[in-house]
């Protein structure tokens, strides 16, 4: 296991009615921004209950948070901050929202040009306004973690950031403000989860005992609370262990100590940029056709994905991997996210654009072992055809 440093500071509010718990997070005296996306919280009940825990202080609203958060829309958020001295932002709503809120808090308090912030990756960042939110989307794990992607549709460009200030201080995870949710955005979460524990997970043995056992038991939970939780979305024990475990996958444990590949991470967000592809779907097109490019390297750990949350045991050591892989992808089918690229009305001729847009960010050799090259994307792409 490789030396680490664990550090959550995000203080999480589990369950039923616990909205509340906002009163006594946020200061009497503050002067909050409530961030919200197009209104489903105002449809589901959310928004009031939000409003009720915010009593006495004065809130500003800004609504319009997009699907991709994008830039455009949220400087107007940043000048707000600024200009009616913002001292909290408050987010409502699913990991854009969030994630958007992430980039407000810290662009807000910034001297330079807040697009740089994101240019370069989170490393400038050295303050933030205060976070708390709301999350009603189970899926990216942005309420406990420290990351954030924004998009930058006028430049077509879809970018991660980092920064240990930008972690919420605290976070709202009540199951039943997300049984509104479409189906569509259900999948979307479990997919998204999912593969936030394979990027974490599938890369080369390091004897992490407690990181693997770790994520395999949420891989099994998503496997088996997902279709439940699609099947009977009020069902309040099956989503609120969805949301749980989506939560679990990127907040640092499972990561902590073991290498990570986020490829499939950054070809999907660039399959956004270009065809706004929803983010979960761009990981259910490249995710099965990555791991068979790299079945070589990441032979041990497939074997061990196979057997241990796949259950299975017999054959060769090869046709064990490709029974994983193809699992892999039929989960992905069964919980309604179609897995190739002509399913999206996307052809094989985004698999060079995206290598080189990719490589013209200095993206040119991703991987684990850095050995996905462009010609190597390309490939994983035109098998996603
Ligand atoms: O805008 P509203 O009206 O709120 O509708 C949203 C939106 O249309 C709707 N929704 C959310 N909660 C709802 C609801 N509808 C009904 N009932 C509810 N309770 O769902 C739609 C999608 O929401 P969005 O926030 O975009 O989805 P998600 O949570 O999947 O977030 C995706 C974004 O997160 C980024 C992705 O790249 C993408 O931009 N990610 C962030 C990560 C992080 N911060 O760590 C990691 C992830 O890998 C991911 O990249
Ligand atoms: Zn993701």
Not at 268 to 292: F, M
Not at 306 to 312: D, H, L, Y
Request: proline share 6%; hydrophobic share 40%.
């Amino acid at each position: 296991m490789d030396n680490f440093t664990f550090h959550n500071p995000t203080r999480l509010h589990f369950g039923r009615g616990q909205i509340e718990q906002i009163s006594s997070e946020i200061p009497t005296d503050a002067k909050v921004l409530l961030l919200a996306g197009g209104g489903s919280v105002k449809s589901n009940g959310v928004y009031d209950q939000v409003k009720a825990a915010l009593s006495e202080r004065t809130v500003i609203e800004h609504w319009g948070v997009e699907a991709n958060p994008d830039f455009d829309t949220l400087m107007p958020a940043v000048r707000i901050c600024r200009e009616k001295k913002i001292d909290w932002v408050l987010a409502v709503g699913g990991g854009s929202v969030l994630d958007g809120a992430k980039f407000v808090c810290a662009a807000a308090p910034y001297a330079g040009d807040p697009w740089s912030l994101v240019e370069d990756f989170g490393s400038s960042i050295t303050s933030a306004l205060p976070l708390g939110t709301v999350l009603t989307l189970p899926a990216t794990g942005s309420e406990a973690n420290s990351a954030s992607v924004i998009s930058r549709r006028a430049m077509s460009l879809k970018l991660p950031f980092m920064s240990p200030h930008v972690f919420p201080q605290f976070s709202i995870l009540d199951p039943e403000t997300t049984f509104s949710l479409p189906p569509r955005q259900v999948a979307n979460g479990i997919g998204d989860a999912f593969c936030h524990v394979v990027e974490q997970y599938l890369t080369f043995p390091t004897h992490a005992a407690v990181q693997d056992e770790f994520a395999e038991s949420i891989f099994r939970v998503l496997i088996k609370v997902g279709p439940k939780t699609l099947a009977d979305p009020t069902d309040y024990d099956a989503r609120a262990n969805l949301v749980w475990a989506a939560t679990c996958a990127l907040q640092g444990l499972v990561g902590c100590g073991v290498p990570h590949d986020w490829s499939s991470h950054m070809i999907g967000h660039e399959l956004t940029a270009l065809h706004g592809i929803d983010h979960a779907r761009t990981l259910a097109i490249v995710l099965p056709n990555l791991l068979e490019a790299q079945r070589a390297t990441k032979r041990e750990k497939l074997l061990q994905y196979a057997e241990r949350v796949w259950g299975i045991n017999a054959g060769c050591e090869d046709e064990r991997i490709s029974q994983g892989i193809e699992k892999t992808r039929e989960f992905y089918e069964t919980i309604g996210i179609p897995t190739r690229l002509k399913d999206y009305e996307v052809t094989a001729d985004v698999a060079p654009i995206v290598a080189a847009r990719l490589a013209g960010r200095g993206m040119g050799a991703i991987g684990e072992h850095a050995d996905l090259t462009p010609d190597r994307i390309e490939a994983i792409l035109r098998a996603a055809a």
